[in-house]
């Protein structure tokens, strides 16, 4: 009973700056009390009302009494490649969960983010596409996947550098809940990410690409393209039925010519399915001129797909192919794959287990 009084507060993350200075007011305090609190959550990183010393006791006990410093639940955290790898399983109020990856390197350190709880994209090659959508991840939520994994980077000296939203789910199809949470953690009076250093990937939602497009943050784009052709994009990727590849593509070079900034086409290697030397060809033809980067992806094994991982010769060969033909083409290094947190692997356990943190 107390859990579910808890989970009906308003999680603090959810409000804006002006939002908390409206909540804060109606409760007889002065404005800038709203600005040390704001400060707590995105400056200092404060884990408890408890540990916000600058504020008023009454007021810490009021926060606590009527509202929530978060609402994800963190049932388990595991580690990979030697603890550079960081999967973290959240319990959502309700009883969806997510995943939030932590990837440190020697000269930065990227969080990939959960914008969904599962998809509704159902792309065949994908574990998060398998469980169909459960529900839309809050813009606090959001939020707190990113402080989380900044709180464990400051306890070792470290910070982050990049955020990704690639985590579960299609970011575009919950569009004004990412986005705010995109303005949130820029916000220079808060925790002041820079939007250069944040990419979206989305499956290809042309109104999603658009509106990108126009916004006045340069967050970068990576568009998840997968074949070069409608007949096989389809059958890996349902949504191409909707969009298919040439308006797809139109709306990239739309975005690429407002924006001026290069646009990543992510590309999963599948064994005989679409890895060959003459699809790499194709591939070179649909995306030569536009400025853009190709990320190939050697596929991450997905229980219960009848789909095979590239050969490494394989994937050598396309990437090859790409090269030759002057596009610029990277395979992408590999991580968390023994904790299923590597691209397209996040589907995560049900809530109720045991935390165990490895
Ligand atoms: S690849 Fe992305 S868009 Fe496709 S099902 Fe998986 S999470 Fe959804």
Redesign the pocket.
């Known amino acids: 009973m107390l859990k579910q009084i808890q989970q009906l507060k308003p999680n603090v993350y959810d409000y804006t700056l002006p939002e908390l200075e409206a909540l804060l007011q109606g409760w007889g305090q002065p404005t800038f009390r709203a600005r040390q609190l704001y400060r707590q959550l995105y400056v200092n990183l404060a884990a408890s009302f408890e540990a916000m010393t600058d504020l008023p006791v009454a007021l810490r006990a009021r926060l606590a009494e009527e509202t929530r410093l978060g609402s994800l639940d963190l049932r388990r955290e595991q580690m990979a490649d030697s603890g550079d790898t960081r999967k973290a399983l959240w319990a959502l109020p309700g009883e969806a969960v997510i995943e939030t990856v932590l990837m440190r390197y020697p000269e930065r350190a990227t969080v990939c983010v959960s914008t969904q709880a599962g998809?509704a994209?159902?792309?065949v090659f994908?574990a998060?596409?398998q469980m169909g959508l459960l529900r839309n991840v809050s813009t606090g939520e959001i939020v707190e996947q990113v402080l989380h994994m900044q709180r464990v980077l400051r306890t070792n000296g470290a910070h982050l550098t990049n955020l990704v939203f690639m985590g579960?789910?299609?970011p575009f199809a919950n569009y004004d809940r990412w986005w705010a949470a995109v303005e949130r953690l820029h916000d220079p009076q808060g925790f002041n990410f820079g939007a250069r250093n944040m990419t979206v990937s989305t499956?290809g939602l042309v109104p999603g690409i658009h509106r990108l497009a126009s916004e006045t943050l340069p967050v970068n784009l990576a568009v998840?393209l997968h074949a070069p052709s409608d007949q096989l994009r389809s059958a890996l990727?349902p949504v191409n039925q909707r969009f298919p590849l040439h308006e797809l593509l139109a709306a990239v070079q739309e975005y690429i010519e407002r924006t001026r900034r290069r646009v990543s086409f992510e590309y999963v290697l599948l064994q005989g399915q679409n890895d060959t030397r003459e699809l790499a060809a194709e591939l070179a033809d649909l995306v030569g001129g536009m400025l853009c980067h190709v990320n190939l992806i050697p596929w991450n094994p997905v229980p219960g797909t009848p789909l095979h991982r590239s050969h490494r010769r394989q994937v050598e060969t396309f990437q090859q192919v790409l090269v030759e033909r002057g596009i610029p083409c990277t395979v992408r290094v590999e991580r968390g794959l023994e904790i299923a947190a590597a691209c397209?692997q996040l589907a995560a356990l049900p809530a109720g287990m045991p935390l165990v943190v490895a």
Do not use: A, F, N, R
């Open positions: 998809c994209m159902g792309c994908c998060t596409g579960m789910g299609e499956v998840s990727m397209g």
